[in-house]
C-alpha cells in the first residue's frame, strides 16, 4: 500500500508522468493480487483505503479515457474507486453512492450535452440531500461553467471542476481531510462567486450583431466564376474492414501525449528534455501494441461516406437532394454574429460554400462517419480484467488515434479520388496535420458547427448506423467512441471558424427551421449561447 502511495506523491509533485502511474498500477494490481490471501490476514488501520470514490461518464456521452485515467491514479493513491462506465443514468448514480456510501461523485463528459447532465444531477444531490464532494471533469467542462452553472445548484456540499489527472489526488484528499475540507470548500465557493460576478459584469461588452445583420454579412463568394467539382459517385460508399496498416502513416500523435496528459508536440516532444524519455517509452510501448493490433486485426474500422447535389436555400440552410432533384434533407448551420475583426467583416456561416439556388449551379455537399474502435471496448477489458489498467487504457487511446487517421486518409481520397478536386495533391502527413489541403472536413460539435444534433441529419444521409454499426447515443454521442463523422466541403475558399457566442433571434430562427422548442434549441446550444437560460 505504501508502494502505491509513493507513486501517488511523486505523481502529484511532477516527478513522475502518468504513463508511468499507470504502468506501475499494473504490477502493484498484480503484486496485491498475488499477495491477498497474506495481506487479508495482515489488514489493519494502515491499509484501510483513503477513501471510496464512485466515478461515471454522465448520461449519453461514451468517453471514459479521461475518466479511466483519474480512476487509475486515485487508486495508485490508496483511494477505492467505484466506476459504474459510460452513459450512466443520474438515478443509478445516486443510488449506487448511496448503497456504496461513497465518499466523493466524480462526473466525466466529452461533449456539450453532457454539461446539462452534470447540472442535472448537482440539483439531484441538493434534492436528496446529499452532502458529499462532487467532481466534475472531462474534456467539455470548465472551471467557468462549473462556478456559473454547476455549484449554484449544490449547496449542500462542494461541487470542484479538476482539470486532469495530476490534480485529482490533490482535490480529493482536501475534501476528505478533517483539516483541510473546510478551508478548501470555502476557497473553492469564494473562487467560483468571483467567477460568476466578473461573468455577468462582462456579457454586455460584446459586439454581437443581429441575427439579420449577421446574415447581411455573409461572406460573398463570387459564383459566375465558380464551376463545382463534380464527384465520381452520389450517395454513400461503404468502406468496412478497412485495412488498419493503410491509417498507420495517417495518424497524429500530438493529441495521443496530450490524452497521457504529457504535453509537446510530435516529434519534438520525443527530445523533450523533461518528458522525452517517459514520451519515448510511451511511444515504443503504443507502437508494440499498434503492430499486435494490426496484426492480429484487434481492432476494426468501419466507415461510409457520401455526395449529394446541394444548394443553399436560405441564408443557413443547405438542401441536398437525390439525383433526381428530390429534396432529401436540409442541413442547417450556425453563422457568426460577432464582429471581431474589422479587416475581415464577413461573418461566416458553412452554408456560405454552397452555391444558392439562385446561382442556377449545382453544387454538391459531402458526409462521413468512420470508427476504429470495433472491438476496442472489449480488447480494454480483456486487459482491465488481467490487471492491466495501462495496455486498457493504451488500446482505446490507440483507437482515438486511429479513427482521426481514418477520418484523414478518407478526406485525402476524397480529394484526390472520389470528388477527385485535387487529384494530383502530394502532401506529407505534417502538412494534411496542418490542413494545408483544399476543402474542409467540419464535424457537428466542432467549433464550425457546434450543433451536435446535426449528426442525426448527417447520420440519415448517410444510413451511417446501418452501414457500419456507429450507433448515435440520445445526446448524440457516437458508439464506439473512437469515432468521427462530419461533412466535405471542396470551395477553394471553404476554412474552418468559430461561430463564437450567438443570441436569441438566430437560436430563434434556428429552433423554428428545425422544428424545436427555443428551450430545446438553447438546451443543445448552451455553450455558445450569449446570454444565459
Ligand atoms: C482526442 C479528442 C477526440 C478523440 C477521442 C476522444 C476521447 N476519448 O477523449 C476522438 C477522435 C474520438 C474525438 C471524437 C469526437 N470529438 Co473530440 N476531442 C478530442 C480532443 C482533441 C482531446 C480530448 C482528450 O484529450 N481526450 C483525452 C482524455 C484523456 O482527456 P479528458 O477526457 O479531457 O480527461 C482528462 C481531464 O478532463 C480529466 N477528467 C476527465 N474526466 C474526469 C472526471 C473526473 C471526476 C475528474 C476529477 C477529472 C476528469 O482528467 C483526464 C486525464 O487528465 C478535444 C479537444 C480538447 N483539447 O479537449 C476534442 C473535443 C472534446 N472533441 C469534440 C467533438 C465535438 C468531437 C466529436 C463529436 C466530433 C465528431 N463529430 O466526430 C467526436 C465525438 C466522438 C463520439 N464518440 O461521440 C469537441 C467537444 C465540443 C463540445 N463541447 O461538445 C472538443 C472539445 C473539440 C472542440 N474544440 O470542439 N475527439
Not at 108 to 125: K, Y
Not at 136 to 152: D, F, L, N
Not at 385 to 408: C, N, P, Q, T, W
Request: include cysteine; proline fraction near 5%; glycine fraction near 6%.
Amino acid at each position: 500500500m505504501d508502494g502505491m502511495n509513493v507513486v501517488g506523491t511523486l505523481f502529484g509533485d511532477g516527478k513522475m508522468f502518468l504513463p508511468q502511474v499507470v504502468k506501475s498500477a499494473r504490477v502493484m494490481k498484480q503484486a496485491v493480487a498475488y499477495l491477498q490471501p497474506y495481506i487479508e490476514a495482515e489488514k489493519d488501520e494502515a491499509s484501510k483505503p483513503n477513501g471510496r470514490v464512485l466515478m461515471a461518464t454522465v448520461k449519453g456521452d461514451v468517453h471514459d479515457i479521461g475518466k479511466n485515467i483519474v480512476g487509475v491514479v486515485l487508486g495508485c493513491n490508496n483511494y477505492e474507486v467505484i466506476d459504474l462506465g459510460v452513459m450512466v443514468a443520474p438515478e443509478k448514480i445516486l443510488e449506487t453512492a448511496r448503497a456504496e456510501n461513497v465518499d466523493v461523485i466524480g462526473l466525466s463528459g466529452l461533449i456539450t450535452p453532457s454539461l446539462d447532465e452534470m447540472v442535472h444531477l448537482a440539483r439531484e444531490m441538493q434534492r436528496e440531500d446529499f452532502h458529499i464532494p462532487l467532481l466534475i471533469g472531462g474534456a467539455t467542462t470548465s472551471k467557468a461553467h462549473t462556478a456559473v452553472k454547476i455549484e449554484p445548484q449544490y449547496q449542500n456540499g462542494p461541487a470542484v471542476y479538476v482539470a486532469d489527472a495530476s490534480r485529482a489526488v490533490g482535490v480529493v484528499s482536501a475534501l476528505l481531510s478533517e483539516e483541510q475540507k473546510y478551508k478548501f470548500h470555502e476557497n473553492t465557493r469564494e473562487e467560483y462567486a468571483k467567477i460568476r460576478e466578473r461573468r455577468a459584469g462582462r456579457s454586455t461588452k460584446r459586439s454581437v450583431v443581429s441575427y439579420d445583420a449577421a446574415t447581411q454579412a455573409a461572406l460573398e463568394l463570387d459564383w459566375s466564376a465558380y464551376q463545382p467539382p463534380v464527384p465520381q459517385f452520389t450517395g454513400t460508399k461503404v468502406l468496412n474492414d478497412y485495412p488498419l496498416d493503410t491509417l498507420l502513416p495517417y495518424i497524429d500523435w500530438t493529441p495521443f501525449f496530450i490524452s497521457w496528459d504529457l504535453a509537446g508536440k510530435y516529434p519534438a516532444i520525443l527530445e523533450d528534455k523533461v518528458v522525452g524519455e517517459a514520451a519515448t517509452t510511451l511511444l515504443n510501448d503504443a507502437m508494440a501494441l499498434l503492430n499486435k493490433i494490426v496484426d492480429e486485426k484487434l481492432l476494426q474500422a468501419n466507415g461510409v461516406l457520401g455526395f449529394w447535389p446541394a444548394n443553399r436555400i436560405a441564408a443557413d440552410d443547405i438542401e441536398v437532394y437525390d439525383d433526381e432533384g428530390t429534396p432529401l434533407a436540409t442541413l442547417h448551420h450556425i453563422r457568426q454574429q460577432m464582429q471581431k475583426n474589422p479587416s475581415d467583416p464577413a461573418l461566416r456561416s458553412l452554408a456560405d460554400f454552397i452555391a444558392p439556388t439562385e446561382s442556377g449551379l449545382t453544387d454538391y455537399v459531402g458526409g462521413f462517419a468512420v470508427t476504429a474502435g470495433i472491438g476496442a471496448e472489449a480488447l480494454a477489458n480483456q486487459y482491465e480484467a488481467a490487471g492491466d489498467d495501462y495496455s486498457a487504457i493504451m488500446v482505446k487511446a490507440l483507437a482515438d488515434r486511429l479513427a482521426e487517421a481514418f477520418a484523414e486518409h478518407l478526406h485525402e481520397r476524397v480529394r484526390r479520388e472520389f470528388w477527385g478536386y485535387a487529384a494530383d495533391e502530394q502532401l506529407d502527413n505534417d502538412a494534411l496535420i496542418r490542413e494545408k489541403y483544399r476543402g474542409i472536413r467540419p464535424a457537428p460539435g466542432y467549433p464550425a458547427c457546434p450543433d451536435h444534433t446535426e449528426k442525426a441529419t448527417l447520420f440519415s444521409l448517410l444510413d451511417a448506423t446501418h452501414n457500419t454499426g456507429i450507433e448515435l447515443t440520445e445526446h448524440f454521442a457516437m458508439f464506439p467512441a473512437a469515432a468521427v463523422s462530419g461533412w466535405y466541403f471542396a470551395h477553394p475558399e471553404s476554412r474552418y471558424f468559430n461561430t463564437g457566442k450567438i443570441s436569441r433571434d438566430q437560436v430563434a430562427s434556428l429552433a423554428k427551421r428545425k422544428g424545436m422548442t427555443n428551450a430545446e434549441m438553447e438546451r443543445w446550444l448552451q455553450s455558445i449561447l450569449d446570454y444565459d437560460i
